[in-house]
């Protein structure tokens, strides 16, 4: 590989915070928040045009579909996120479970609501491409924008991109599957133009259960209904008008008196490695094909959709996995499993499975404590991890990466990054029982 040499140049600092949050998904839009609200100064720092990371940006608006009566949730910001949705407009019923699903659109300004309630300083449409080291400890973020390449001090970072990039580029050891292993990306898309009595009738007539698409279940969860919709799919593979290894066929959602679909997940890529551009490349242009298939076919064999037209693909794809830190602690399979408990639990999450074809229901009150070990990377100080990218086992990542959960370690990170300025101390020293407190009084159920 050929390569170049760049000159040393000198760098603007644009500003200086207590603490840094990079990424605006579920996790770093929660664990910005819950800085702020801690009392210190936080900026929330996002390389798009827009805060909501895998909601708004991927069009996941599902964020608490395994919501069942029994179902045990930790509270907090994930919870504040549907209802404040719900409240200005930004969500409808969720078909799968007993929760909101986010509207794509409305929630870009549901963000923006809350951000600026919570005084937090923010910057969109800007990368922040590399960490400032100061030994082993991170003492802020390299960015490139419009206005150049520029520096943000911070005495606190939490690396909420998903991707576990400042950690990589600051030197934390983490894992990674081969992208063969890896389970796929997925481009959603929303229709207008939908008969919606037309489709339910379609539905009950043909109703789909969990059973229909996971390979491994516990079994409570096999006649639980699902929005899972593959046969428009299938058909036009058997009548030549999509090829018949296209991976199509998934689940829709966010049907309105508008006669709009506004969430179809059904076009998904395997393979890819979502931390290289190449391949990032790649799987959007082939989700954006297989999506066009998979309209193509709704409108030729289901009900309801014969004059639907596009409304909107996602800005960018859904990732499910890439980087994993390797934490001061691994969260097991075992751990999901057995309703783990943990004396620095920063919150809580169900009993809830869903990836590599096993799915896990929580329908029976189970739930495991999530270990404030799993944001904190090995041999680098000053940088904690929320989101997908926490430290946990293949299996346990099916869990840790649901948003909901993304949103409770992403909350757990943004207090004990707060607590952490205001003793002092490096976030891995910090004082878990006043963060506990904290915590609790934001909301969070930690027990």
Known sequence: MKEITESS??????????????GSGPAGLSAALASARTGVETMLVERHGCFGGNITQA?????????????????????????????????????????????????????????????IVPILHCFSVD????????????????????????SCVIDATGDADLAHRAGAPYSVLPKEERMPVTTTFGCSGVDVSEFLAYVRENPSRLADWANRTSGKEDDLFSTWIVEPFNRAKEAGEIPANATIGGYW??????????????AHTLSV????????????????QKAIWALEALKKYAP??????????????????????????????????????????????????????????????????????????Q???????????????????????????????GQGAGVAAAIAVQQRVPCRHVNLSQVQKAIEKQGVRIG
Request: proline share 3%; with cysteine; hydrophobic share 40%.
């Open 273 to 288: 490695d979502s931390i290289d551009v190449w391949e990032l490349t790649r799987a959007e242009m082939d989700g954006r």
């Open 9 to 22: 140049r000198r760098v603007p600092v644009i500003a200086e915070t207590g603490v840094l949050v990079v």
């Open 59 to 119: 069009m996941v608006g599902t964020i608490a579909w395994y919501r069942h009566e029994a179902t045990v949730d930790a509270g907090g910001i994930g919870v504040e996120f549907e209802h404040r949705a719900l409240e200005m407009g930004a969500s409808l019923d969720d078909p799968d479970g007993m929760g909101q699903l986010l509207d794509a659109d409305m929630f870009k300004y549901v963000a923006d609501v809350l951000v600026g309630e919570a005084g």
């Open 253 to 266: 959602g966010g049907l309105t008196e508008a006669g709009e679909a506004t969430n179809i997940n059904v």
């Open 304 to 377: 309801g959709f014969q004059n639907a037209r596009l409304r909107s693909f996602n800005s960018s794809l859904g990732t499910r996995e890439s980087r994993r830190i390797d934490g001061e602690y691994v969260l097991s399979e075992q751990d999901v499993k057995n309703q783990a408990r943990f004396d620095d639990s920063i919150g809580i999450f169900p009993e809830f499975l869903d990836a590599y074809g096993e799915v896990i229901m929580p329908t029976t009150g189970r739930y495991f404590q999530v270990p404030y070990r799993i944001v904190v990377p």
């Open 379 to 409: 041999r680098v100080e000053n940088l904690l991890v929320a989101g997908r990218s926490v430290s946990a086992e293949k299996a346990a990542s099916s869990a840790t990466r649901q948003m909901m959960c993304c949103t409770v370690t």
């Open 131 to 154: 960490a400032i080291m100061d030994g082993s400890s991170v003492r802020g973020v390299i960015t490139e924008s419009k206005s150049g390449r520029q520096a943000i001090l911070a």
